[in-house]
Nanobody, 131 residues
Framework: VQLTESGGGPVQAGGSLGLSCTAS???????????MAWFRQAPGQEREFVAC????????LYSDSVKDRFTITRDRDQLTMHLRMDDLKPEDTAVYYC??????????????????????WGQGTQVTVSS
């Protein structure tokens, strides 16, 4: 499974941005059986959990720093996951990565926050929020 992010770019503080992650490849349909997640990494910092979503989209989990501002969804027909980001802040500036956990269909509130739980990663997309 190959994961490709899109939708990053510059935005003013308080603005909104949408990211997408599309699965492709010979096993792309397996996307619909995986828990998927967004992580981000700012310069000089470790990769940070942002949000994740169960295989069927029924369950979601957010980090405290983005809860009530970001919304994660997925489109099983299009093999695509989305992250809607509202009320962006300069501290949201980072490279955003999508990831797939091929071992879990449903969210585990502990493991699903851990980058080591995820097997496949996209190349990342830069989000820059200016004040």
């Amino acid at each position: 499974v190959q994961l490709t992010e899109s939708g990053g770019g510059p935005v003013q503080a308080g603005g909104s941005l949408g990211l997408s992650c599309t699965a492709s490849g010979s096993s792309g349909r397996l996307f619909n059986t995986y828990t998927m997640a967004w992580f981000r990494q700012a310069p000089g910092q470790e990769r940070e959990f942002v949000a994740c979503i169960s295989y069927n989209g029924w369950r979601t989990l957010y980090s405290d720093s983005v809860k009530d501002r970001f919304t994660i969804t997925r489109d099983r027909d299009q093999l695509t996951m989305h992250l809607r980001m509202d009320d962006l802040k300069p501290e949201d500036t980072a490279v955003y990565y999508c990831a797939a956990d091929r071992h879990r269909s449903d969210i585990d509130t502990s493991s699903s926050r851990n980058a080591e739980s995820y097997d496949w990663w996209g190349q990342g997309t830069q989000v820059t929020v200016s004040s």
